[in-house]
């Protein structure tokens, strides 16, 4: 079959199934089985496949159309213009979250400690020291197959000063560090079941129960928080967008000061942060 005539194929199946980024997602899948570009498509859009190529891109579209997630798929995503890996054990790095590195690495200089608490693919951490100069960098998280995925991205990423602890929160946490970061799970337990199946079933249910409130983890983390900051030091959490004032007000209940809220590009609340004197 020819480019364009699977490509058509893959996307009204995708479409049939009810995702939103049918073209993109086919397009995608397409790339990454041909090992081409968009322009590739384009221009050379009679190009035929291999039966090889051919049956691994319907093998994708299949995949994708069950709701399996695309950076499953691809075993890899982009985030802050970096690779990284994924795969069932983290969080797929979002969007949403380049919002929390920009904000961090407006306060970030040379030679800071940076920790970040749930680090999952390392994403968040990974970023921050690749863009920043003599930075050290800890990541903790629960999950040892998290971390086994992060110390992997923070290979390819030719990270040196990092390193990443399994630990409940702050419980194999020492030290001081000028700023620390979470990306929390933040969802409310009832609200789980609401969301997009690429989502509910396939990211680690750990990354996204918040409990009750979806609060839980912001109360916890930023009691703790204060014993690993120096004065100076800052807090940074990504919130849901309906979390602002709820995270706000725990972190001045704790002790935090000159506390702000960052809106993302959909003008929705995505990050707070506060300092620590
Ligand atoms: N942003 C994710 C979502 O909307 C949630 C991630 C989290 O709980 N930290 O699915």
């Known amino acids: 079959m020819q480019y364009q005539e699977i490509y058509k194929q893959g996307v009204s199946a995708l479409k049939k199934a009810g995702i939103e980024e049918a073209s993109l997602d086919a397009r995608l899948l397409l790339e990454e ?74 306060y970030l200089h040379d030679g800071m400690r940076i920790l970040d608490i749930g680090t999952g693919s390392g994403c968040i951490l990974l970023s921050l020291l690749h863009y920043s100069n003599d930075c050290q960098g800890v990541g903790a998280d629960i999950s040892e197959s998290a971390l086994r995925t992060a110390k992997g991205n923070a290979e390819r990423l030719s990270a040196e000063q990092v390193c990443f602890v399994e630990s409940n929160l702050f419980e194999h946490v020492e030290g001081q560090f000028e700023i620390i970061v979470s990306n929390p799970p933040y969802i ?16 680690p249910r750990s990354a996204l129960d918040g409990g009750e409130d979806g609060l839980f983890f912001y109360r916890k983390i930023t009691g703790r928080a204060k014993e690993h900051l120096p004065g100076g030091g800052m807090l940074f959490y990504e919130i849901g967008c309906e979390q602002g004032k709820a995270v706000s007000g725990i972190m001045e209940e704790q002790g935090f000061r000159d506390i702000q809220i960052v809106k993302d590009f959909s003008g929705l609340d995505r990050v707070v942060f506060g300092t620590w004197y």
């Not at 969080?91 to 920009?102: A, F, K, N």
């Not at 409310?188 to 990211?203: N, W």
Request: glycine residues 6%; negative net charge; hydrophobic residues 35%.
């Open 188 to 203: 409310k337990s009832s609200d789980i079941e609401d969301l997009m199946p690429e989502v509910k079933d396939h990211d």
């Open 33 to 106: 089985v041909c090992g081409t570009d968009r322009t590739a498509l384009y221009v050379h859009g009679e190009k035929e496949l291999t039966g090889q190529q051919e049956k691994e891109y319907l093998e994708k579209i299949r995949l994708r159309a069950e709701r399996i997630p695309l950076q499953h798929i691809l075993g890899k995503t982009e985030f802050m213009g970096l690779t990284f890996l994924v795969n069932r054990d983290v969080l797929c790095p979002r969007p949403d979250t380049e919002i929390l590195v920009e904000e961090v690495m407006k």
